[in-house]
């Protein structure tokens, strides 16, 4: 599942493709995602320039002229295709066609992700927005932000990082990566965290983010792969994915049989039980 960098990376794939070009026409294949698309979407959209781009936690949001903004989330499984293609790929349920011929698809085999048009001025109270916590790479936040939220919260740090209304944008990933770095275990009651460990953790999690992004950034040369898509790029994982396997610390620690893993909340995370004490 797309998580922050990775929307990221996306958003800016079509910022290159889009901005500054007018939507001549939308069309719409299936609009039965996870939220239904308005019925009015492609008439509402179409004939508008593209002005800006911003994301918000896992969501993107394309300004148009005119004040309104397109919300698009990718789901489970949605990508975006910047090509010119004539032929519909399998799954490109909605396509953004500009002025000069391009072609932006939206393709998400599960339909979880979702695309609704607003007022830009509502942006910040659209429903899936509201309430969202704070950007992680934004100036403003600090290891005070997260100190407030985390306290008293008798939840694991992992379940608690996870909650978009603590931290906008992490997900699963991110977060097993973030706590390996900050050598903090996955279970560890977040109201019991020390200031100490609280610095080291907003720092982590800005670390394992911008070297992501930068990693996407990378990926963009290329940005324009059918089969691939933007955004899903090769990432040097320390502890997601490597059960059994050493991580960078393990060949230090005799007897250490490598990265743990267990499930938190229905969902699988990734540890090394060395360097991520309980205590
Ligand atoms: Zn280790």
């Known amino acids: 599942m797309p998580e922050l960098p990775e929307v990221e990376t996306v958003m800016r794939g079509m910022q290159i493709a889009l901005q500054g070009h007018i939507i001549q026409n939308v069309i719409v294949r299936r609009d039965d995602l996870r939220w239904r698309i308005p019925a009015d979407f492609s008439q ?36 975006i295709v910047l090509d010119s293609a004539a032929m519909a790929a399998p799954h490109e349920h909605v396509v953004f066609v500009t002025e000069d011929g391009k072609r932006c698809a939206f393709i ?30 934004e100036p403003a936040f600090s290891s005070t932000t997260l100190e407030k939220a985390f306290a008293k919260k008798s939840a694991s ?54 070297e992501a992004i930068a990693a996407g950034g990378s990926s963009l040369k290329d940005y324009v792969r059918p089969e691939g898509g933007l955004g899903y790029f090769q990432h040097a994982w320390r502890v997601y994915g490597r059960k059994g396997l050493p991580c960078p610390d393990c060949p230090k620690h005799p007897g250490c049989t490598g990265v743990e893993q267990i499930t938190q909340a229905g969902r699988s995370t990734f540890f090394c039980p060395i360097r991520q004490k309980i205590a």
Do not use: W
Request: glycine content about 10%; hydrophobic content about 40%.
């Open 157 to 210: 740090i992992k379940t608690v990082l996870l909650d978009q209304k603590v931290v906008a944008g992490l997900g699963n990933i991110y977060v097993c990566e973030a706590l390996y770095r900050a050598g903090i275990h996955p279970e560890r009651e977040a109201g019991s965290l020390k200031k100490q460990q609280i610095k080291l953790l907003t720092k982590a999690i800005q670390t394992v983010l911008e």
């Open 108 to 137: 998400d085999p599960r339909r979880f992700g979702m695309i609704d048009l607003v007022e830009t001025e509502q942006e910040e109270s659209y429903r899936l927005l509201k309430g969202m916590g704070p950007e992680p790479l």
């Open 44 to 79: 509402s959209v179409s004939g508008r320039r593209v002005i800006g781009f911003r994301r918000r936690g896992k969501y993107i949001l394309i300004r148009l002229s005119g004040d309104r903004t397109i919300v698009l989330h990718l789901g489970m499984s949605g990508r």
